[in-house]
């Protein structure tokens, strides 16, 4: 069985562009979550989407905003990119509402902004 | 606002020595914790988690203690193995937004 898969695996922007991260969830898990990986900050949480649908954001400021679509994999989109955006973004999927602490994550996607 | 502090924040154990990670949380909204092990270049994966009505919970080498009124929960490695090196991330669940929240980690090294 697949696990969770993320492209790009290395991004690198510059300050103002945007960013498009990709996520498909594990075959029969309805939610994703996103996840930023900054050094030395853990894992701080973005969006969850479960069933098409937004269910929950992180502290993080408009410019950051995802989708799911029908098939349940997912998008990330960072807009006016900053310096501070330079981290690892980690999808995570998981069986639905029921399963929302057992998280199976992707490998990540490396965005660097210069 | 950091809702779960983890300490240490590097921890360096010998091989068949006791690595102890510890957590500690204010909301008493949290209703499940798990434990997550990251290697380089991997994403996080669930190592084990802990229900707040048991005290205890051991897999393997594996076990968390758990202690409900002091908002505590710790990670026990036993006979740790130079395999075991990776980052450990302790984390919380919000029973009420089901949102989870990570600590910051400890990356722990096994040396012979």
């Known amino acids: 069985e697949a696990g969770v898969t993320q492209s790009p695996t290395h991004l690198i922007k510059t300050r103002g562009q945007q960013a498009t991260l990709r996520c498909s969830p594990i075959s029969g898990h309805t939610s994703v979550y996103w996840y930023q990986q900054a050094l030395g900050l853990g894992l701080q949480f973005l969006l969850w989407?479960?069933?098409?649908?937004?269910?929950n954001r992180g502290n993080f400021p408009p410019r950051f905003s995802g989708r799911q679509f029908p098939n349940y994999s997912s998008e990330l989109n960072v807009n006016a990119l900053e310096l501070e955006d330079s981290a690892l973004y980690l999808c995570?999927?998981?069986?639905?509402?029921?399963?929302?602490?057992?998280?199976?994550f992707g490998e990540g996607s490396r965005l660097t902004v210069l | 606002q950091q809702q779960v502090k983890q300490s240490p924040q590097s921890l360096i154990v010998q091989k068949g020595g006791i690595s102890i990670i510890n957590c500690a949380y204010e909301?008493?909204?949290?209703?499940?914790f798990p434990w997550y092990q990251q290697f380089p270049g991997k994403g996080p994966a669930l190592l084990i988690a802990i229900r707040p009505d048991v005290s205890e919970k051991k897999e393997g080498r594996f076990t968390i203690s758990f202690n409900k009124s002091a908002k505590q929960f710790s990670l026990h490695i036993m006979d740790s193995q130079p395999g075991d090196s990776a980052t450990y991330f302790c984390?919380?669940?919000?029973?009420?937004?089901?949102?989870?929240?990570f600590g910051t980690g400890t990356r722990l090294t096994i040396i012979p």
């Open positions: 909301n008493t909204a949290f209703d499940y």
């Open positions: 984390a919380a669940r919000n029973f009420g937004n089901e949102k989870l929240t």
């Open positions: 989407y479960d069933e098409g649908e937004e269910r």
């Open positions: 995570a999927s998981t069986a639905g509402l029921a399963r929302t602490g057992e998280l199976f």
